[in-house]
């Protein structure tokens, strides 16, 4: 079988990064080109004798865009390439669907976010809407990760068996082991990137309710972003200072977990959540708004509390709920780490995947 991928991530190109072992995992035994969307200097990188990743490089965002299409479409022609791939329904589902049009190949295209889900959306995602449309309905083979992404792919007419949902997967045995944070301690940890998506501007007006009617209670952020500077001055503003915790970027976050009594996530929009999977390994009692693996892992007064998005109101009264009843937490948590232990395996995902690439030729 012979691919071309587009994608967005420069640490493919280095053979030891995750990124790259994922895809090596994936690929094994397949002809495969990846073209990374990415501005900087251009390169080849070989990660694998059958896996080549191509840099393709530019002074800015549209040169890479331009050069990208080039460069994937030339490869697709050279190599006869059978699959096209775009890891999105962005910019690089766009290059994927005009080359497999193009070339005459297939076409396949990953949804990490739940594009086509009732949510708020970005400006480039308002924009790409119509033409991310126009894509799925000439997909050949459509991958989400949760089944509310299939629902949405499927309610725009692509026919159910082009779309095929595979979770995203986590190795959860290492937080299985965990042992549970006493309830009564009131500490709460919150990890995701700091950006608009992830919703934490509206845990910290949350946590201002909070706060005034739970004094000991502490709150762990943990990852970095573009916000980061304007979330820890809101913090400030909201006198929050001697109560919440940036913490930055961590390698891993076994320790977070194990301090914490409770895990949220205050998420606008989420294609899986591999944050609140790993909590749920760790029989943490889980707080989070519905997207993602909500309605398939966490469950709504089953194995968590689910709320809507951007209503810290909401939020702030599932969390103190869970302060005042420590014995629904624990049968919460509980009951999310036997869900989470029963997700596919990452070799479990990794076969899944390379069915769904076989299953279209």
Same mark, same amino acid.
């Given at each position: 079988?012979?691919?071309?991928?587009?994608?967005?991530?420069?640490?493919?190109?280095?053979?030891?990064?995750?990124?790259?072992?994922?895809?090596?995992?994936?690929?094994?035994?397949?002809?495969?080109?990846?073209?990374?969307?990415?501005?900087?200097?251009?390169?080849?990188?070989?990660?694998?004798?059958?896996?080549?990743?191509?840099?393709?490089?530019?002074?800015?965002?549209?040169?890479?865009?331009?050069?990208?299409?080039?460069?994937?479409?030339?490869?697709?022609?050279?190599?006869?390439?059978?699959?096209?791939?775009?890891?999105?329904?962005?910019?690089?589902?766009?290059?994927?669907?005009?080359?497999?049009?193009?070339?005459?190949?297939?076409?396949?295209?990953?949804?990490?976010?739940?594009?086509?889900?009732?949510?708020?959306?970005?400006?480039?995602?308002?924009?790409?809407?119509?033409?991310?449309?126009?894509?799925?309905?000439?997909?050949?083979?459509?991958?989400?990760?949760?089944?509310?992404?299939?629902?949405?792919?499927?309610?725009?007419?692509?026919?159910?068996?082009?779309?095929?949902?595979?979770?995203?997967?986590?190795?959860?045995?290492?937080?299985?082991?965990?042992?549970?944070?006493?309830?009564?301690?009131?500490?709460?940890?919150?990890?995701?990137?700091?950006?608009?998506?992830?919703?934490?501007?509206?845990?910290?007006?949350?946590?201002?309710?909070?706060?005034?009617?739970?004094?000991?209670?502490?709150?762990? =952020? /943990?990852?970095?972003?573009?916000?980061? @500077? %304007? *979330?820890?001055?809101?913090?400030?503003? $909201?006198?929050?200072?001697?109560? !919440?915790?940036?913490?930055?970027?961590?390698?891993?976050?076994?320790?977070?977990?194990?301090?914490?009594?409770?895990?949220?996530?205050?998420?606008?929009?989420?294609?899986?959540?591999?944050?609140?999977?790993?909590?749920?390994?760790?029989?943490?009692?889980?707080?989070?708004?519905?997207?993602?693996?909500?309605?398939?892992?966490?469950?709504?007064?089953?194995?968590? =509390? /689910?709320?809507?998005?951007?209503?810290? @109101? %909401? *939020?702030?009264?599932?969390?103190?709920? $869970?302060?005042?009843?420590?014995? !629904?937490?624990?049968?919460?948590?509980?009951?999310?780490?036997?869900?989470?232990?029963?997700?596919?395996?990452?070799?479990?995902?990794?076969?899944?995947?390379?069915?769904?690439?076989?299953?279209?030729?």
């Amino acid at each position: 079988m012979k691919i071309l991928a587009i994608g967005l991530d420069r640490t493919l190109a280095d053979p030891a990064s995750v990124s790259a072992k994922r895809q090596i995992a994936y690929f094994r035994d397949w002809d495969c080109d990846m073209v990374v969307l990415s501005v900087g200097s251009s390169s080849i990188s070989e990660i694998a004798p059958n896996i080549r990743v191509h840099l393709s490089g530019g002074s800015n965002k549209l040169i890479a865009l331009m050069r990208g299409y080039k460069l994937a479409k030339n490869l697709a022609q050279q190599k006869h390439v059978q699959i096209v791939s775009g890891q999105d329904f962005l910019w690089t589902g766009l290059i994927a669907w005009r080359v497999a049009r193009d070339v005459g190949a297939k076409l396949y295209v990953q949804d990490h976010s739940e594009f086509f889900v009732s949510r708020l959306k970005t400006i480039q995602e308002r924009l790409f809407t119509p033409i991310a449309r126009h894509i799925a309905k000439r997909a050949d083979k459509i991958r989400t990760v949760s089944h509310r992404g299939v629902m949405a792919t499927t309610k725009l007419g692509v026919h159910p068996k082009k779309v095929i949902e595979i979770p995203i997967a986590t190795d959860v045995s290492a937080y299985a082991a965990l042992q549970p944070a006493k309830q009564e301690a009131k500490t709460v940890l919150c990890v995701g990137r700091l950006e608009w998506q992830k919703g934490m501007d509206t845990l910290l007006i949350a946590w201002h309710k909070l706060i005034k009617i739970f004094p000991e209670a502490r709150l762990h =952020i /943990v990852g970095t972003g573009k916000l980061q @500077e %304007a *979330l820890i001055a809101q913090s400030h503003v $909201l006198e929050l200072s001697d109560s !919440v915790v940036f913490r930055g970027a961590l390698p891993h976050i076994r320790d977070e977990l194990e301090w914490a009594s409770i895990v949220v996530q205050p998420s606008r929009f989420e294609g899986w959540g591999m944050a609140v999977i790993e909590a749920a390994a760790a029989a943490k009692p889980i707080v989070m708004t519905n997207v993602g693996c909500a309605g398939e892992v966490i469950i709504h007064d089953h194995s968590g =509390i /689910v709320i809507p998005t951007n209503n810290s @109101e %909401a *939020l702030a009264k599932a969390i103190g709920f $869970l302060f005042q009843h420590p014995e !629904v937490a624990t049968r919460l948590g509980r009951e999310a780490q036997k869900n989470a232990l029963a997700l596919p395996t990452p070799e479990q995902m990794t076969q899944s995947i390379r069915d769904s690439f076989e299953s279209m030729l």
